[in-house]
């Protein structure tokens, strides 16, 4: 059997269970989950020595420390999982929610929110999105097809094995979650293209794989991740809070697609923050690279090229550039942003209303960290991606984002 028949083979079963899925009870869908975080519980150690196999192929190839990061799974880590499982079993089930109302012909309308269908991944080594994706899917009424990095493949099929496990001990569909095990490039490439069987395919990862992913598709897409955010400490904001603010966006978590990677300075508070801002980003060993007004006031800082304001570093790499308005901000923002996260750190309420109304991105935030924006962090218990498009959602993408609308029509004997 070829690649593509094992794969249209894998993804017809998904479909035949996504039917099934579709006529599952709130409260069935919601003990499935509770028994995927009770077996993650009971059988952690397994996967944290699944995932030590993957780490160690991983150093041996070059990966860089921040990808490692994102690859790697913790006892918390794990334990983050299950308490995000058992937050999304409290959360409203979204589908079945409708209105109704009646026309003049003497039709009755009802709008009601129904699962997509099969939903289909292809993400990077994050096992995370393994476990939030099936959560998110399974709860909506869904099918899901996970296509992982090569870098996790042994985390990721340990952790399918349970989620599978769970399924049938709740007598459900196991086929309901499903994992490609080829981590060839062409296995992506065959799911970009399955019409017929996926009806929508959400990438997760960096810049080249979501790029590969829109470009080839030939089934819907939601494009996610890629996240060039930004942060603008304006000329009234208190120095303070901008340091404290910028350190959390960029060093809390860099290989993450909410971290800050350009900071924007306004030049009347450049001095007072940017060589106090330095010190503190040198405790992380954040590297800086910025224009020639930040070069003066940070010696240390390597020269931006413009490649670097439009890059998404996802390390400990940090572009500065200073500006002379809220304007030139939203202007470089609005240029180089992905659509995903920025803030703006000021005392001034008509600029941070400005930057609210102008900048074009999922996310705006005025004195916060973009690494808020996340599904758990906005009380969606967990997100499968974020949007940075406008259809058909945007932002952090959780239940309601795995639904579509459907409209029941009565009548009787209405013609028109």
Known sequence: MSLREEMELMCTCARVASHKMALVDTDKKNSALLKIAELIEKEGDGLIEANKLDLAAAEANGVPGAMLDRLTITKT????????????????????????WSRPSGIEITRTRVPLGVVAMIYEARPNVT??????CLKTGNAVVLRGGKEAINTNMAIVRLIKKALDECELDPHAVELVMSTERESANILMTMRGYIDVLIPRGGKGLIKSVVENAKVPVIETGAGNCHTYVDESADVDMAIKVAVNAKCSRPSVCNAMETLLVHSSIAGALLPRLA??????????????????????????TDEDYNTEYNDYILAIKVVNSCTEAIDHVNKYSTGH????????KENADRFLKEVNSAAVYVNASTRFTDGGEFGFGAEIG??????????????????????LIRGNGAVR
Do not use: F, W
């Not at 880590?77 to 109704?100: F, H, I, Q, W, Y």
């Not at 010190?279 to 931006?304: F, Q, S, W």
């Not at 996260?341 to 001034?348: D, G, L, R, V, W």
């Not at 940075?388 to 984002?401: E, F, N, S």
């Open 77 to 100: 880590r794990l334990a983050n999982m299950c308490a995000s499982l058992r937050d999304l079993t409290e959360l409203d089930d979204p589908v079945g929610k409708s209105e109704s």
């Open 131 to 136: 476990v939030d994706s099936a959560a998110l």
């Open 279 to 304: 010190e503190e980003m040198k405790k992380y060993g954040v590297e800086i690279r910025g224009c020639a007004k930040t070069r003066v006031l940070v010696p240390d800082a390597k020269e931006a």
């Open 341 to 348: 996260s920025e803030a703006i750190i000021t005392e001034n």
């Open 386 to 407: 974020i949007s940075t498009q406008k259809l058909h959602v945007r932002g952090p993408m959780g239940l309601p984002a795995l639904t579509t609308e459907k409209y």
